[in-house]
């Protein structure tokens, strides 16, 4: 794969169809697997593409970098590019991505992250170029359905009990937005202070202010690459609730993440169609 | 909810119609619970789940949100894009654990005052019924 990657970039730079490159390579002393941005096609060869290529470059992107600008993207990545283009950071043609055939990642060396495990998407539906064989791919052991299927199942005071447990370790320390290619507000509403919305003190409602106003932003725009959990030093499951609404959007508005190109993003449009029940009633069994 | 705990509601009622509707009630003289807080906002589509949750997270047992009917926006659609954020907010808030039913959505109109003091009886007792304190009140809020 490593070598296709490198002929492909190089391939990019000669046409002129890139400026830089966002990729993977190896950290020279530590090993370690870090974000490269590559200028010139003779560095197409520091570039690698294996199961520890968790991160997700999306977040790497901005407009200050020489465009257009080749990124190499997972399945996750890609869709979060492509939502990145939907809204507006970037031109289509500003973007190139390089779609890897993407097995999955292994952030503990191990096994398979969860994300990978229920991955329905191991090519980036945004493609321009497409390395690897995209034939031989692993299908999803989990769904986000049987994820999320131990919250539905609880009665609304254990719920809250479960989430005040689990987001009872939160320092607001923000790691989970500054990781998320999608958090990309030039002022974040936590950092808002005329009026202070959500106080940024580690206490029960605060907690629980921060993480509900962070899912409801990521409703309809967060592509489960789970960097978000990756990045908590405390270990909050704060990403469960991502995948709750995530549910939810495509119910309602029948809207995947960055799966097709062009569109909008739900809350941005509405169908006159757009039932009454919606706000009443249960609406879920 | 511990002894006789009132509910109190937070409505935000849009300017052009169910403030209206609202206004209209009182200068009928129409009887509406003194459980309900106002406030005035340009159009349902103006609300921000910031201002949902602030409210609850500020001690409020329940909110009420009040737009034009459809095709009757001031705006032409804020109330239509309002319904999408409100069908999400009633959801997260019961994926949290916190009961959708503290949330209620209705068209009303500046002539239907006296719905209006229907519809804020009714979900008054709507949230009483549930029997508890809202769970999402800060600590130290007065009850
Ligand atoms: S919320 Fe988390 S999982 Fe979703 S896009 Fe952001 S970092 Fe990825
Ligand atoms: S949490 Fe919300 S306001 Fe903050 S950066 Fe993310 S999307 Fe923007
Ligand atoms: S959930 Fe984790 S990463 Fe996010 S603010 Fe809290 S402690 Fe930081």
């Known amino acids: 794969m490593n070598q296709s990657l490198r002929e492909t970039v190089k391939n990019l730079f000669a046409k002129g169809k890139v400026k830089s490159v966002l990729g ?15 200028t010139r096609s003779e560095d197409a060869d520091t570039l690698i593409f294996d199961d520890r ?13 020489p ?17 990145r283009i939907t809204e507006g950071d970037f031109a289509r043609e500003q973007v190139v991505a390089i779609a890897m055939a993407c097995a ?14 229920r991955c329905e998407m191991h090519v980036s539906p945004l493609a321009d170029v497409t390395v690897g064989d995209v034939s031989a791919l692993p299908k999803p052991e989990k769904t986000r359905a049987e994820t999320i299927a131990k919250i539905k199942t609880m009665p609304p005071a254990e719920r809250f009990a479960f989430w005040q447990k689990a987001f009872e370790p939160c320092t607001h320390c923000y790691a989970c937005r500054e990781v998320c290619p999608l958090c990309n507000c030039a002022v974040c509403v936590t950092d808002q202070n005329a009026p202070r919305w959500i106080e940024q003190t580690a206490k029960p409602s605060s907690n629980l202010m921060w993480h509900m106003i962070r899912a409801f932003h990521h409703a309809g725009r967060c592509v489960d690459c789970g960097e978000c ?57 | 909810m511990s002894d006789h705990h009132e509910p109190r509601i937070v409505g935000f009622l849009c300017n052009w119609c ?53 095709g009757d926006c001031h705006y032409i659609s804020g109330n239509r894009y309002a319904k999408r954020k409100l069908a999400v907010i009633r959801r997260l808030l019961d994926w949290v654990g916190v ?25 008054v007792e709507q949230v009483r019924a549930l029997g508890r304190r809202n769970p999402m009140a800060r600590q130290g809020v007065a009850s």
């Not at chain 1, 993977?24 to 590559?38: D, W």
């Open chain 1, 104 to 117: 999955g990642v292994k952030a503990d060396g191990k096994t398979f992250d969860e994300r990978c495990q």
């Open chain 2, 18 to 70: 169910s403030y209206a509707g609202a206004d209209l009630a009182g200068t009928s003289r129409l009887k509406v619970p003194a459980n309900l807080r106002v406030v005035r906002v340009p159009c349902s589509g103006r609300i921000n789940p910031l201002f949902i949750f602030k409210a609850l997270e500020e001690g409020a047992d329940g909110v009420m949100v009040s737009g034009c009917h459809p």
């Open chain 2, 99 to 123: 009961e959708p039913e503290r949330i209620h959505f209705t068209w009303l109109s500046a002539s239907e005052g006296a719905r209006y003091a229907v519809e804020v009886a009714e979900f």
């Open chain 1, 67 to 83: 465009l257009p600008v080749g990124i190499v993207v997972k399945g996750c990545d890609g869709r979060a590019v492509s939502m």
């Open chain 1, 24 to 38: 993977y390579r190896e950290h020279p002393l530590s090993q370690a697997v870090v974000a490269t941005l590559i």
């Open chain 1, 53 to 65: 290529c968790v991160q997700n470059l999306a977040r790497a992107l901005t407009r200050d970098l």
């Open chain 1, 229 to 285: 959990q990756r990045a908590c030093p405390e270990g909050v499951p704060m990403h469960l609730l991502d995948l709750c609404l995530a549910e939810d959007v495509e119910e309602l508005f029948d809207f995947k993440t960055g799966v097709k190109q062009g569109g909008k993003w739900p809350f941005l449009m509405f169908d006159p169609q757009d039932p009454d029940s919606w706000l009443g009633g249960p609406h879920r069994g």
